[in-house]
């Protein structure tokens, strides 16, 4: 080496020490990876792959109506994914997947180019294999260290793994934002449809969300978002996946983004979380990662129509009763124009109601008002659009409910698809329906919006239910001896302290009006108070209390006073459905249950209901007898009482049930039923206040029961229960009348030559074909 000229040891000499350092270098590495290799983790958890798949809840007709899970995951077979989706995939993220061996080396030297020309860790070449280990074993930390476990990992999936299995691997499993976990679960969340229906644009959109979920995805950041598509798009035209034609139309499709996340194919918010409550007390562990399903008895249609019914009940009402002014304000001095992203940022903080939508207010006066509404479109109202809202127009409107520059407000579509100022209302309303026959619930709606009230009123609601709890004081007279044509005074009446249990009482009839002696029957159907009390007087508010227990009513709740004849006790709208469905089934008492039945992952039944069926004779609560009579005086109620308005709208004679509205207008009630479904519609205020004057029970909550009625009988003949053995039809006052055959001797030895006659006007005696 001495011989040798100068200018070559110069050369030669730091060659050599290069050579041996990297000789060192991969020693070193060679023993780090010798080292290593045999601890890195068992694949197992890739081999054996359970990924948190949700609790999902489904109608009994298998529509989807609940999920609740941390990671939000449909998991799909590589097989089921589309090819346009495994395309963009690639071009997003690793071109040369099905070609490298885990590692791609050439994306290794030009991301560290980049990071030794930039000064810091900032640039990555991660395969979708580096990926697939980095989710499944690793942190998201850049730093060498995880890189070099990364790379082994990466080579050891590849050694164990088809390139198949290791990128279903990777769709299952990716986060993509908004709790989405895999890109089957991501199409549903972000385009409300299944992975196999995506188109270009879409799968495009999709791709491009792994490189940064949060800030990439199209409902936190659409503008980022659809930057990232378009490259989607270069990159597979690029490698021949789309043509040119397929790209420009790709980047003109527009894309509807799923705005709400709580978006199902039916609302049935309450009803979900009562079946999320029951498994999660039945199966505690793991309830929320296994994939259970649980599909509940709500019928689709019919939960549809409840909900509608019940949203359209509440708006009548609250338009009924004047708009209050504006929801809020917000700061307008930063805001130029409808263009600035403020407005935007404001408006997402504002959370949606269903078909309520929130907007700002841009400018107003009494003719004119531009709003600018969440989802990006400016609305000019006029004329009889801005009617409901005239009052709060005016320059003499409250200061703080004026309807000015910042105003927030509610838009809603109208009957003709027209925008309208509305408003979020005050009262609560709840609807349920049983089926009478083994106490399957076929609909329920909780309240007005789960998301602003997750009180279930239908459940959890302790109410007075005025005269819709007579029919149960009635049943309990008719087993004392009465018969709907038996006569009783419809007179004032004062009652003393000692009988109500606290301070004398003069009821009132809620007509103020008083016809004398009248029949059961037509007592009923006029909502009779006085009638209703003098019969608890005769039976006894002790016998009643005792009685009306068989029907699922506690008994604390209705103190044996005579102000329970009118409803003063305290149920729910659970336990009055149930009540009324015994009527409706001839006398037996189901238990309702909104649970069918819970499955596994493998859709193997872990439980199922299993309640007694109406015809059990277990079951039977009341004389069949008793039930034919009472459905006999219910349907009266809707063919001339209180609630003719369901006959006259719903054209069939053959439904019963009973109107409520409890002193002074605080609660409204209608409960009903025909033979295959039973319903109870009821509304208020959660802090019970007067609803206003005339908001009785046939006016504010029997328009609920007949919208949801008029679809739950749509194809449902009419049909009336045939009368028991063991009744008598005798002649009293002229007229036939269905008596107990035990009780015809006493019953006309007790009728005068020439009784008490009915009051003039309809004759209701008979009216039912009885």
Known sequence: MASLPLALRLFLYPLIALLGLIAMGIALAAMVVALAY????????????????????????????????????????????????????????DDRFYQHGGIDYLGILRAASSNLMSGGKRQGASTITQQVARNFFLTTEK??????????????????????????????????????????????????????????????????????????NPIAN?????????????????????????????????????????EYAVHAEFAAEMARQIAAERFPEEIYSRGMKIYTTLIKSEQ??????????VMDYDRRHGYRGAESYIDMRTIQSEQDEAIDVALQEISDADDLIPAIVLEADSKRLVAYRKGGESVTL?????????????????????????????????????????????????????SPHDGSIRALVGGFDFNRNKFNHVTQAWRQPGSSFKPFVYSAALEKGYFPGSMVDDAPIVISAAETGSQAWEPKNYDGKYDGPMSLRTALAKSKNMVSIRLMQTIGPQYSQDYVTRFGFEADKHPPYLTMALGAGSATPWQMVTGYAVFANGGYRVNPHIVRDIRDERGQILAQADEPAAGDEASRIIDPRNAFMMDSMLRDVTLYGTAARATGQLKRRDLAGKTGTTNEYVDAWFCGYQMT???????????????????????AALPIWIGYMKEALKDTPEQTPEPPEGLTQVTIRGQSQWVYAENVPQIMAQQPPEGPTEPAGVDLLNSAGY
């Open 222 to 262: 659409p503008k980022r978002a659809r930057l990232r598509q378009q490259y989607v798009l270069r990159r597979m035209f690029e490698l021949g996946h789309i043509s040119e034609q397929q790209r420009e139309a790709a980047l003109k499709e527009p894309l509807i983004i799923k705005r709400e996340l709580s």
């Open 143 to 216: 730093t060498y260290t995880r890189k070099l476990y990364e790379a082994l990992l990466s080579l050891k999936i590849e050694h164990n793994l088809s390139k198949d299995q290791i990128f279903e691997l990777y769709m299952n499993q990716i986060f993509l934002g908004q709790r989405a976990y895999g890109f089957a679960a991501a199409a549903q969340i972000y385009f409300g449809k299944p992975l196999s229906q995506i188109s270009v644009a879409e799968a495009a959109m999709l791709a491009g969300l792994p490189k940064a979920p949060s800030a990439y």
């Open 382 to 434: 006029t004329g009889d659009a801005l009617k409901f809202a005239a009052r709060m127009l005016d320059d003499k409107a409250p200061p703080n409910k004026r309807l000015k520059r910042g105003a927030v407000i509610r838009l809603q579509k109208d009957d003709h698809n027209k925008w309208q100022i509305s408003q979020l209302p005050e009262v609560e309303s709840a609807l349920v329906a049983v």
């Open 677 to 699: 479904t039973a319903s109870c519609a009821w509304i208020g205020f959660d802090q019970p206040k007067n609803l206003g004057n005339k908001e009785t029970g046939g006016a």
């Open 304 to 313: 549809e129509a409840a909900y509608r019914s019940l949203r359209r009940g």
């Open 38 to 93: 045999p601890n890195l983790p068992s694949l197992e958890v890739l081999t054996d792959y359970r990924p948190k798949v949700p609790l999902r809840i489904y109608t009994a007709d298998g529509f989807l109506i609940g999920e609740f899970g941390e990671e939000r995951r449909a998991v799909v077979s590589i097989h089921e994914v589309p090819e346009v989706m495994k395309q963009a995939i690639l071009a997003a993220e």
